[in-house]
């Protein structure tokens, strides 16, 4: 071997010693820090469970495990896999024996550089480096290379991983049950792994009224209890477990105001069992038993549900033929409130909708008591004697399921007959629906539902018999006055009310006094219904009398009224009738000069709010200007009073000026329905003609919309903006500004509103003229007639 080789072979083999302490230092670190988690996690483990009972959370040992991996693969890559597979250069290792090694005397540190530069010497220098390599090799080949290790971090990691591993494997040997324990816990992730090794245990059941009814949590611990009843919780100690001494309850509610949690202890009432009551409880609640080393590990539920209640009851009824009701018969009736009101001799299906599903019902009342569970296809009834409360059992035969599939609705067949008490008397052993029932009965229904929960109060529902009275007929006379035209078209509105349905309807009316009663019909008749409106069709929502066909004359009286029958064929039929109504015939000439002076008082109106709505505009600029002063004065301490002054003027001018607009608006939608009216007059009475309508139309009622539906809300908003920047303290002046522009467009739109009105007056005074032209010519050929019969027969005297 030549000194070279022998050289490479010393580095060669402290490199190869390197990596096997590397490996072992690692490998034994490693086992320790295993061992070292093994009994944090044992700890821990033991520490939770005494101080809570519990098992630790599944996550929590899953997160322990992925540590304890993570841990281990981390150690490994560090302690071993980096070091152990990290590259040593020969010069590195050289350093490493100069180091420990003085005598070397940097000779083999040189050699092994030289080594590495052979092929850029001269022949001088190789022969140099050839003597040097030699003297290298010698020294080294004298060398104990195991001298260059510390092998006391090694010894340290060899006991500690020794002490740990020996003492997990005699806790193994000798508690083997708290090793699996450890392994069912952290390896296998069961969740009852300290059920094994529990002294005690508990099982917990509810009681609920009424007779304290036992109810068990269902297999996912929750029980479903009724909002705001009480709940007695009651904890039995198992059989051949340890009876605890106390039990405590822990509880944690969730309502809107946020999470709640409390403690109590619980009552003994006998050696292995305990209650508590938690009253009136209206929240869910999450329950824990505590006692001895028991305690339930998942939390027993509490779910508060809404008891079941009747939501609605509607009646299929089957009236009696007198009533006329039979195009009613396919429709439900809805019970408002606890009592409805049927002809005696009604046969219906009560129908009762609840809010839960339904396992059983009862249903009671001073004569019998009614009980039926979901899915039978009979029924208990139990007859009550009013006299001696003596019962009797009867069998009730159901043509099918009372209660739906979905259980949310159930049914009953009665029958209202007049004589039910002596029916009811007469029944045997057995009978079917529908059972009689008398008149005003009143019935208790109670409900249970899937949840097994009772309805905490019976509904109620009267059903009274009831007798048939006269149609009610109400009727308004619309878009007419007491005076009207020998044209008019009288629009009639209103409805006709009656206990069975209206059968027949029709307009009486009478021309003078003592003139016999005349009939027309209405254009459309009812046919049974309860409520019958008068109107023509949808679109035209009244009926209306044509007075033209009368033939009638300036001066005659026309009396009008609605008139109605039922369809009682028992005792009846009753007549009613709605208000009289007595209109005078005038010409046309006449009703246009009553309506002009209506539109005259109505321009006057609106002529006074043109007028304040202008004042209020003036106002609004001498407030500009006293809010341009106060801006200048604000700051300045000699001019507060003065301020103070001006705020206060400001801010009453804001409050004034909403009042006043908003008065005004008022006023104007009034004016606005005082010119429909008009028009509805003026077209009822037949005296409307193109230009009239145009005029109103176009001229008055089209720009009055658009100022109160429009203009009025734009400068009320102004003003409130004004108010609301005064109430902050801003600068008004800019929003007192846009209020007066909105002011001045509605003052804008009212001038020419007004110039219509005052046009129409032109126009209207104008034909009164015409009129009492036509009157006066009218007169001067009577006169002009009278004279002629006069001379007349003067002359045949002669």
């Not at 049950?177 to 090794?197: K, Q, S, T």
């Not at 006692?291 to 508060?304: E, S």
């Amino acid at each position: 071997m030549t000194e070279q080789q022998q050289i490479l072979s010393i580095l060669g083999r402290l490199r190869s010693r390197i990596r096997t302490y590397v490996l072992l230092e690692g490998v034994t670190a490693v086992v320790a820090v295993l061992c070292l988690l093994f009994w944090i996690t044992f700890g821990l483990d033991l520490v939770h469970f005494g101080i809570r009972k519990l098992e630790l959370p599944g996550w929590f040992r899953t997160l322990c495990l992925l540590g304890m991996a993570g841990v281990t693969i981390a150690s490994l890559v560090s302690w071993v896999g980096l070091r152990f597979f990290r590259g040593f250069r020969s010069r590195a290792l050289a350093l490493v024996l100069e180091r420990r090694f003085p005598e070397l005397d940097d000779r083999f540190i040189t050699a092994v550089e030289l080594m590495e530069r052979q092929s850029e010497q001269t022949p001088l220098q190789a022969a140099m480096s050839q003597r040097t390599i030699r003297q290298a090799s010698d020294l080294a080949a004298k060398l104990e290379l195991g001298e260059v290790f510390n092998f006391g971090p090694l010894r340290r990691n060899l006991i500690a991983a020794a002490v740990l591993v020996t003492s997990v494997l005699i806790f193994g040997i000798t508690n083997a049950d708290a090793m699996g324990r450890w392994l069912n816990a952290f390896v296998l992730g069961r969740a009852d792994y300290w059920e094994p090794f529990r002294q005690s245990e508990m099982s917990v059941h509810a009681l609920t009224q009424p007779g304290d009814r036992r109810r068990e949590f269902a297999d996912d611990g929750t029980l479903k209890h009724p909002r705001g009843s009480d709940l007695t919780l009651v904890a039995v100690s198992g059989e051949g477990k340890l009876p605890p001494e106390k039990v405590t309850l822990q509880f944690v509610s969730f309502g809107g105001s946020g999470t709640q949690r409390g403690r109590v202890t619980m009552n003994s009432s006998g050696s292995s069992e305990f209650r508590h009551t938690l009253s009136r409880v209206i929240d869910d609640h999450h329950l824990w038993v505590t006692g001895g080393d028991f305690v339930n590990r998942t939390p027993y539920r509490i779910l508060i549900v809404d008891p079941p209640r009747v939501d609605q009851i509607q009646l299929r009824c089957d009236y009696p033929t007198y009533t006329g009701k039979d195009s009613l018969e396919d429709k439900l009736v809805d019970v408002v409130g606890t009592q409805v009101s049927l002809p005696v001799g009604t046969q219906f299906d009560m129908l009762a909708t609840v809010n839960k599903p339904l396992a059983e019902f009862h249903v009671r009342s001073a004569r019998f008591e009614l009980s039926y569970r979901s899915g039978e296809s009979t029924a208990q009834l139990v007859l009550i004697d009013p006299e001696t409360e003596a019962k009797r059992v009867v069998t009730v035969t159901a043509a099918g399921d009372l209660v739906t599939s979905e259980g949310t609705q159930f049914q009953l067949p009665f029958r209202l007959a007049p004589n039910g008490d002596a029916e009811l008397d007469s029944i045997g052993d057995e009978t079917t629906f529908p059972l009689p029932l008398p008149p005003d009965t009143g019935l208790q229904l109670t409900l249970r539902d899937t949840d097994d929960i009772d309805s905490p109060d019976p509904a109620i529902l009267l059903v009274n018999g009831i007798v048939d009275l006269e149609p009610v007929v109400d009727s308004r006379l619309k878009g007419v006055t007491a005076v009207i035209t020998r044209g008019a078209s009288i629009p009639v509105e209103g409805k006709i009310l009656d206990d069975y349905g209206v059968n027949r309807a029709w307009f009486g009316y009478r021309i003078d006094q003592g003139a016999e009663e005349r009939v027309r019909e209405l254009s459309q008749q009812p046919s049974g219904q309860r409520e019958f409106p008068l109107q023509i069709s949808t679109d035209e929502p009244v009926e209306r009398f044509a007075v033209l066909p009368l033939e009638l004359k300036e001066g005659q009286v026309l009396t009008l009224g609605v008139f109605a029958e039922d369809g009682d064929t028992l005792t009846g039929p009753h007549v009613g009738h709605g208000e009289m109504f007595t209109f005078t015939i005038v010409s046309k000439d006449e009703l246009l000069a009553r309506l002009y002076d209506r539109e005259v008082n109505l321009r006057l109106r609106f002529e006074q709010i043109r007028e304040e709505v202008g004042d209020l505009r003036t106002s609004l600029d001498s407030h500009i200007e006293m809010s341009q002063e106060r801006t200048q004065l604000r700051g300045d301490a000699q001019n507060r009073e003065k301020t103070d002054q001006l705020n206060v003027a400001i801010a009453a001018f804001a409050e004034r000026a909403l009042h006043q607009l908003r008065k005004n608006h008022t006023e104007s939608r009034a004016i606005e329905i005082g010119f429909r009216e008009l028009r509805e007059e003026i077209v009822n009475n037949r005296v409307d003609t193109k230009e009239i309508l145009d005029r109103i139309d176009g001229g008055v009622l089209a720009p009055m919309s658009i100022l109160n539906e429009e203009e009025f809300g734009t400068a009320d908003e102004g003003f409130g903006n004004f108010r609301l920047v005064n109430e902050r303290q801003g600068e008004t002046t800019p929003a007192m500004q846009t209020a007066g522009v909105a002011l001045d467009a509605m003052l804008a739109r009212m001038d020419r509103i007004l110039a219509e009105m005052k046009d129409r007056g032109t126009f209207n005074e104008l034909m009164q003229q015409l009129q009492l032209l036509i009157e006066n010519e009218q007169k001067l050929i009577e006169e002009t007639e009278k004279k002629r019969n006069e001379s007349f027969f003067n002359n045949l005297g002669n």
